[in-house]
């Protein structure tokens, strides 16, 4: 009776032993998908900083654009109106533009 306690005792401590084994390595691996989940998340985070980046390169362009444009636009559309009076509505023909030109080049 004692020799089968022995052998189960025997037993029961082999298998405790190769579980201990399995967990050490499995912790093992668990460390090293930690690690590796920590670089990807980084790798994430610095691509989205990149895509924020480019996206501010275009747009701001545009926003600024659409900020300080407009006076610009004006005083240039006001110059040559001055210089091209426009009909109600209607472009100015070429008649009207080579006329413009002769009463500039003078007589």
Do not use: H
């Not at 998908?33 to 701001?60: C, E, H, N, P, Q």
């Not at 001055?82 to 500039?104: D, F, H, K, N």
Request: aromatic share 8%.
């Amino acid at each position: 009776m004692e020799e089968t306690q022995q052998k189960n005792s025997n037993s029961i401590e082999s298998r405790l032993e190769k579980i201990e084994v399995a967990l050490n390595d499995q912790q093992r691996v668990m460390e090293g998908v930690s690690r590796d989940t920590g670089k990807i998340k980084k790798y994430i985070f610095w691509g989205r900083m990149l895509s924020l980046f480019y996206l501010l390169l275009v747009i701001a362009p545009i926003v600024l654009a659409i900020l300080y444009l407009p006076p610009y636009v004006r005083e240039f559309t006001r110059a040559y109106q001055e210089v091209l009076p426009a009909r109600s509505g209607e472009g100015t023909s070429l008649q009207e533009l080579q006329r413009l030109l002769q009463e500039l080049k003078g007589p």
